[in-house]
């Protein structure tokens, strides 16, 4: 048989091919023949074919048939087969198939061979693919190695010891007497690969995190030499001594100082060091400094330290590299909850940063912006934020309108300074903002009694620009409606009154109804709007005439409005005024709106409703079962819906309804009545009282149902009058952690043989260090006076970061359930 191509004429022919299907030709042909010289045991070309297959195999051609020829050249005695043989075996070959078990004699024999390359070799295959079988059986050769003092082996048996160790976690332990001496070594490839090791472990074991904290000073010496120490062409990059062996201490550091003060203490003065004497005009310089900065921010460091860090983030803002300028917002926004002020003074170049090109820079910056908005900097920072706005993409839109509105909520100066905030997103974003804003505004206006008359003209004018905003829509036909008559007489104060007519008005309300850019929502609060005009203006025939036009409306919503509203000039006229009086001011805790119940695979479930996020009128029952697949549930049942309770119906009850579609409390409109197969726990006294009627205290003792990373759950409880059956509890969370736990949600699973009801809290962030508490009420139905066993779980975001904990609470006092 004729010798077979080289592997540099093999590549060389397929380069030349000029198709896809040609190259494909050449390597099913090279295949062929490499199949043949296998089955021939043709020992003298093995190697070469074999490298040809690895070739083959990097293009993404298949060689799985080559394996067991890998294998074949890993027992040859020589060296050149045996780098091949190995070479094959990381890339051919992985722990799932069992043909690499047959490697594991021939690595044994490898790792006691006379010749250090050999041994290196196999260290090498086995750190890359061993499997888990193969390190338990070879460990004790690569402890032996670690011992060597051949410096070229032990930092190829520190690497190999890493994966065993990730392998195998419980062989830790043989290697913590090899370890001691691994950081006296001057070599700096065995210093690195130690240091990894070091990593590795401390990182899996608090006990060898507690063992190794006594290294500390001698890191921080090693570090100190090679901050300090001369030119060394050896380890010089970019004019900074082996920066990956500085990258790998600080690493280390961060993991030993964290939680520690006697080692943070003792790393304080070299991280300062390292902040100020690295060199910064190069990207190596600034990796250095990152990691700096991410030791610092991670150990109990001191303030001014700190302070040192975020400068040097700040530093970072200003360069030209995006990565870095990306890194640098991403590492403020991380910190910016513990050190505020530090950051703040940061916040112009912040700012800047939301003019980058770049948009993952932009994004990370508007956060970042949103995050260091205060009572202080209010009005500077929505300047730049709504210029933002202005100018922003349509994807950063709803996050940027979303963040306005809540920071507007929490620091406005003035009320009107947060209406006139509200309506510029609305005529900038309008079509982005969420569902809620309509309603919250509302509510907003509602409340700002002396500034009526302003708010009614401003919207006004807003409608005669730009009618395609709907949410802008929405808000301003229901102030017409509400206010029109404060339009009209010109009682503006704030700014000069514009001269219109009832007309006028009336016309613009029209032309909402007719446009094609209003949706049924916008038609509904149009009409509606129109109708409550009929008190406040004197041309109520033009009314009547719009509304009774739109009783044959194909819109069945806006047919419905017109035809009751049509009988509520005929029929109830003495009634009308009544009816459509000015809505009275809001509190500012808005109704609940309908809480959901579910059951899943022999478990009730709640979704959860926030205050300030009521839900839209109708909601599928698969979004109201979404915490249920988490909790491990899947036989969902029809979802159950509840009334919040109404008040008592006053003389023309009957048409009440009337005005109901506009949810202007925040909370959607009732929900349909309960279907008679359902259970009636919610018919049983919730929806035709009070939640809260005659609560009657029993002498129940409360509980802690969760303490745990510093949130600490306690329960109260009592009874509820008339239905003694449903037991009332109170859940109290606290916060012992030194940062505020932000975004927090409190949900709850029972048995399918309970019910439960969750209301909503009384806010969605748990005060630091204990200086408040979130409360919660539960009800739980439980007809036939079983045990209690709930299932909890926790959502919250501390430090930036997000948490979710699940939690099952069986200890309730028997009290609370007899």
Known sequence: MPAPIRLRELIRTIRTARTQAEEREMIQKECAAIRSSFREEDNTYRCRNVAKLLYMHMLGYPAHFGQLECLKLIASQKFTDKRIGYLGAMLLLDERQDVHLLMTNCIKNDLNHSTQYVQGLALCTLGCMGSSEMCRDLA?????????????????AALCAVHVIRKVPELMEMFLPATKNLLSEKNHGVLHTSVVLLT?????????????????PQLVRILKNLIMSGYSPEHDVSGISDPFLQVRILRLLRILGKSDDDSSEAMNDILAQVATNTETSKNVGNAILYETVLTIMDIKSESGLRVLAINILGRFLLNNDKNIRYVALTSLLKTVQTDHNAVQRHRSTIVDCLKDLDVSIKRRAMELSFALVNGNNIRGMMKELLYFLDSCDPEFKADCASGVFLAAEKYAPSKRWHIDTIMRVLTTAGS??????VPNLIQLITNSVEMHAYTVQRLYKALLDDISQQPLVQVASWCIGEYGDLLVSGQCEEEEPIQVTEDEVLDVLEGLLVSNLSTPVTRGYSLTAIMKLSTRFSGVNRIKKVVSIYGSSIDVELQQRAVEYNALFKK????????????PIMEKSASNGPTEIAQTNGETELSVVESKHPLPITQPANQANDLLDLLGGNDVVPVIQTTMPTKPASAGGELLDLLGDLSLSGGPAPAPSVPSSQPSFLLDGLS????????????????????????????TFERANPNPNIAVITIHASNSTEADMTDFVFQAAVPKTFQLQLLSPSSNVVPALNQGTVTQVIRVLNPQKQQLRMRIKLTYTLKGSPVQDLAEVNNFPPQSWQ
């Open 572 to 583: 109830y006229d003495h009634m009308r005024p009544a009816l459509l009086e000015r809505m």
């Open 432 to 437: 982005y903002v969420r569902d809620d804003s």
């Open 140 to 156: 004790g050769e690569v402890e032996k190695l670690l011992k060597t003092s051949n410096s070229y082996l032990r930092k190829k």
């Open 200 to 216: 590795e472990m401390c990182e899996r074991s608090p006990d060898m995190l507690a063992h190794f904290r006594k290294l500390v």
């Open 688 to 715: 035709s009282q009070p939640l809260f009627n005659d609560i009657a205290a029993a002498a129940i003792p409360p509980m802690t149902a969760y303490n745990k990373n510093g949130l600490k759950i306690d329960f």
